[in-house]
T-cell receptor, first 113, second 113 residues
Framework: DSGVTQTPKHLITATGQRVTLRCSPR?????VYWYQQSLDQGLQFLIQ???????AKGNILERFSAQQFPDLHSELNLSSLELGDSALYFC????????????FGPGTRLTVL | GEDVEQSLFLSVREGDSSVINCTYTDSSSTYLYWYKQEPGAGLQLLTY?????DMKQDQRLTVLLNKKDKHLSLRIADTQTGDSAIYFCAESMGSSNTGKLIFGQGTTLQVKP
């Protein structure tokens, strides 16, 4: 158990819908990262928050957004869902802002029908 | 550019050593990581190495880093069937304000009894 929790574990929804994925980092970690794992794109970095502020953006679509709350949990919002958004979404956390060991949550498997 | 390359598949016999290789492109990488993913599971941090080190040993795992060739390897001694999984190499970009990870495609390790 990495200490990073993600909910829900599975999510099945229809095209055009909006979903919210939730992540709680390890106790004491200030950075939260979101990654997407799909068969065609592999594991890709989406976005990082540190102590409530956005720090880095990767290949994140404009239909996707995220935030980190004062209690340090984070949410990833996916809207206008398309079939191609079906993937495993991972959250990871680390203590610092920069390069550091990152521990991953169990992931949320999103299926868009 | 940001690119991490791994071979896709490795098959070994139980008890043999496994060597999984990885090449990366960013010479300013500060940390290099190995993660393990079992079927249907999340990413487990196996080990990591600082870019100023050549080697790191942790029980059955040995990581070798050749900075000149930008080559990283993971050796698993006495490979067991429980080691069957996908192994990801990742680099953390050399920046103080983000630790985003760039992952390779993953190497599937098959251990035959």
């Amino acid at each position: 158990d990495s200490g990073v929790t993600q909910t829900p574990k599975h999510l099945i929804t229809a095209t055009g819908q909006r979903v919210t994925l939730r992540c709680s980092p390890r106790s004491g970690d200030l950075s939260v990262y979101w990654y997407q794992q799909s068969l065609d794109q592999g594991l890709q970095f989406l976005i990082q928050y540190y102590n409530g502020e956005e720090r880095a953006k990767g290949n994140i679509l404009e239909r996707f957004s995220a935030q980190q709350f004062p209690d340090l949990h984070s949410e990833l919002n996916l809207s206008s869902l398309e079939l191609g958004d079906s993937a495993l979404y991972f959250c990871a956390s680390s203590p610092r802002e920069g390069a550091d060991t990152q521990y991953f949550g169990p992931g949320t498997r999103l299926t868009v029908l | 550019g940001e690119d991490v390359e791994q071979s896709l598949f490795l098959s070994v016999r139980e008890g043999d050593s496994s060597v999984i290789n990885c090449t990366y492109t960013d010479s300013s990488s500060t940390y290099l990581y190995w993660y393990k993913q079992e079927p249907g599971a999340g990413l487990q941090l196996l080990t990591y190495i600082f870019s100023n080190m050549d080697m790191k040993q942790d029980q059955r795992l040995t990581v070798l880093l050749n900075k000149k060739d930008k080559h990283l390897s993971l050796r698993i001694a006495d490979t067991q069937t429980g080691d069957s999984a996908i192994y990801f190499c990742a680099e953390s970009m050399g920046s103080s304000n983000t630790g985003k990870l760039i992952f390779g495609q993953g190497t599937t390790l098959q251990v035959k009894p």
